[in-house]
């Protein structure tokens, strides 16, 4: 399993628009696509799903999977992407390795969903070669602190050209860093209505020689 291709880091400050990026992913996510999410306790994981989710066009009801290891969402016809792919929902907190993640049997599912995974990491790589990671990170205080790498792209919502959520106090900013591995991902994907909006450099293609994580297929 090689290291990332790429590297697009996205600042959000509400939680609409932590949403309003998972829909313009989910939007262009085809079956067999494997995303891998990163954030502590309340990042944002399950709201950044739920976007993807309605980017899908799949039956509502996205919540944390907490007793539930896995639900999987339906396409609906009447979405905005018929005959699309399903989403599949697993939260692997409660998993300890990728033993146990193949006990669920998610290959079932891949060919025909979108699989995101929450808590994820070091736990579900080898189940495709390719995998979009999404880092949600706290922007500021505590140890969740943003790394720092250069700029990052604004994140505006199309429907809302005009920041006007309403402020919610819960509202806090977070930094969103997505990372590309294997041939599907040998690009970026383009995100109408965010990419126009950037700020910074869209996405950061990293050297061949970036470290690797170990292998786990062994
Ligand atoms: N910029 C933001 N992006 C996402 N969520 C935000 C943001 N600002 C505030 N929030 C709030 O933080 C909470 C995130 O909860 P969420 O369930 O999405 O996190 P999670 O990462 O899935 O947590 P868990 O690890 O418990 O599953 C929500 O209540 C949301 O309203
Ligand atoms: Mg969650």
């Known amino acids: 399993m090689s290291?990332?291709?790429?590297?697009?880091?996205l600042d959000v400050s509400t939680a609409a628009q932590t949403?309003?990026?998972?829909?313009?992913l989910g939007a262009v996510l085809?079956?067999?696509?494997l995303l891998v999410l990163t954030g502590e306790l309340g990042a944002g994981k399950t709201t950044f799903t739920q976007g993807l989710g309605e980017g899908l066009g799949v039956r509502a009801g996205i919540i944390s999977p907490t007793f539930v290891l896995v639900r999987i969402h339906p396409n609906l016809p009447a979405g905005p992407r018929p005959g699309g792919p399903d989403l599949v929902h697993v939260d692997a907190y409660r998993l300890e390795s990728a033993a146990e993640i193949d006990d669920i049997d998610l290959e079932n599912t891949m060919d025909t969903a979108v699989t995101v995974v929450?808590?994820?990491?070091?736990?579900?790589?080898?189940?495709?070669?390719?995998?979009?990671?999404?880092?949600?990170?706290r922007t500021r205080g505590g140890a969740g602190d943003t790394p720092d790498a250069g700029p990052a792209a604004t994140?505006?919502?199309?429907?809302?050209?005009?920041?006007?959520?309403?402020?919610?106090?819960?509202d806090e900013p977070r930094t969103v860093v997505i990372r590309g591995?294997?041939?599907?991902?040998a690009e970026?994907?383009?995100?109408?209505?965010?990419?126009?909006?950037?700020?910074?450099?869209?996405?950061t293609a990293l050297p061949e020689t970036t470290p690797q994580p170990p292998e786990r297929n062994a």
């Open 30 to 33: 085809e079956a067999g696509d």
């Open 181 to 185: 591995f294997g041939p599907r991902w």
């Open 118 to 137: 929450e808590w994820g990491r070091a736990r579900v790589e080898h189940l495709s070669d390719s995998r979009l990671e999404v880092e949600l990170h």
């Open 155 to 170: 994140v505006v919502d199309a429907a809302a050209p005009v920041l006007d959520f309403d402020t919610d106090d819960d």
């Open 188 to 203: 970026p994907p383009a995100l109408p209505g965010i990419d126009s909006s950037g700020t910074g450099e869209p996405e």
């Open 3 to 9: 290291g990332p291709v790429w590297e697009r880091r």
């Open 19 to 24: 949403h309003a990026l998972g829909a313009a």
